[in-house]
């Protein structure tokens, strides 16, 4: 989430000539509703308000249906190729960022240490596709969860193929080609 709000940052900060001091105090607000429905969401769970099957359901219903219909809802406006560009910039970016993520934890978390494979993932892969879109779609707009939806498909694709290879001790070309980010 970080690499793609400093990106969208810098990009937009000049351009759109916005205080720096509005986007962070912006971004916090956000950070707070956040919290405060983690917290909300906690004190249901620990309250017992929703079992087990009903977190199932909130949960696939986000995943299913809303985070697909925001990203969707960003593509509405009509096509300029200047956007196309933006978009693939963000997406070999993003590409390169987690590029060099993955040599900074391979460098860091050795392959000898105990539990290795979860670690590097829990470091690779970021929870870009709640919190991201929130914070690019109170930033820029639908322009935003435009761009952010480069990101998420990098962090897809990387979840789908080096994931799978670093948490399975068997993996093929098949299976990687064809996985569901493919």
């Known amino acids: 989430v970080w690499q793609m709000m400093v990106q969208l940052l810098l990009s937009h ?47 696939s219903l986000t995943m299913k249906y809303t985070i697909p219909l925001s990203i969707s809802l960003s593509f509405k406006e009509q096509f300029q190729f200047t956007r196309s560009i933006e978009w693939g910039q963000v997406f070999a970016l993003t590409s390169l960022g987690f590029g060099l993520i993955i040599l900074l934890i391979t460098l860091v978390i050795p392959s000898r240490s105990r539990h290795y494979q979860q670690k590097r993932m829990c470091a690779l892969i970021p929870n870009n596709a709640i919190f991201g879109l ?4 109170s930033l820029f707009g639908g322009e935003g969860v435009f761009l952010m939806s480069a990101h ?27 996985n569901p980010a493919v």
């Open 134 to 137: 929130v914070i690019a779609q």
């Open 13 to 59: 900060v000049f351009e759109k000539r916005k205080c720096v001091k509005e986007i962070v105090m912006l971004v916090m607000h956000q950070m707070l509703i956040m919290g405060i429905c983690m917290a909300f969401g906690y004190y249901c769970y620990v309250k017992k308000v929703f079992g087990d099957q009903s977190i199932r359901e909130f949960a």
């Open 152 to 178: 998420i498909v990098v962090s897809n694709i990387l979840l789908w193929t080096y994931g799978i290879g670093i948490l399975s001790e068997k993996t093929s070309l098949k299976s990687i080609l064809l």
